[in-house]
């Protein structure tokens, strides 16, 4: 059995049920990125894997075992989590931010040691944001500051690394940078990491496993080149489009179909609104 399980899911916040019986199982040192329309339940499913968000009915199994019923630390030893909206505390020096990390390894009879010095030092040296120990963190631009949040992640030391939209308010130069960081970390480090993206062809070109939802439920989930297909697209987007091979990369490349031609006066077509 994968070490991340959801089992027949019910999930829902405010008295509204976003999912009903969703079962999920995240392979084992993959990439895999969750994808689908606005409200369909990808922050809520993925908050529930986190164990933020108790679910209804059914159970998020960790390691086999319920993971409501182990305890914060524990979990927070095996399984990282990245936030949507992350915030710093006012002030707070970069190298400060990312030993927060170690937190769950530190105790009654275990305190601050050298391994936890060289620990950050590598999550640090890993993300490049070295360089910015110092800095404090409300003065890094956005790129920045994500790459310290998964720094900070990373100082956990958890197999397991779920990242909830984190290229979100990110220009594309560094929502690029920030994508190739996590997929570097999964292929170097063998990490598993879930991440909850809202662009297709980002999902396809990183992910090496896609979960599709709609509404709440697995529509279809497995390698990106056999998820993504002009249908499922319609399916899940309501979108029409074509599907084509990523000229840089060779995985699944969305376009949208262009808007309905009008007939000119002359007889010939233009693009409609011109």
Known sequence: MPRLVAE???????GRTVAENLTLAVPDHS????????ACGKSTLLRALARLRRPTAGAVLLDGADIHRRSARDVARTLGMLPQSSVAPDGI???????????????LLRQWSRQDERVVA???AAT???GLADRPVDELSGGQRQRVWIAMALAQQTPLLLLDEPTTWLDIAHQ?????LCARLHEEQGRTLVAVLHDLNQAARYATHLVALRDGRVVAAGEPRRVVTAELVGEVFGL??????DPETGTPLVVPAARVRRVAPTGRTSPAGR
């Open 31 to 38: 990439f895999t990125v969750i994808v689908g329309p606005n």
């Open 93 to 107: 020096r970069v190298a400060e931010l990312v030993s927060y990390g170690r937190h769950p390894h530190q105790g």
């Open 240 to 245: 029409r489009c074509r599907v084509i091979d």
């Open 176 to 180: 690029v940078e920030v994508l190739d």
């Open 8 to 14: 027949a899911l019910t999930l829902g916040y405010e």
């Open 128 to 130: 490049g944001v070295t």
């Open 122 to 124: 590598e999550a640090m």
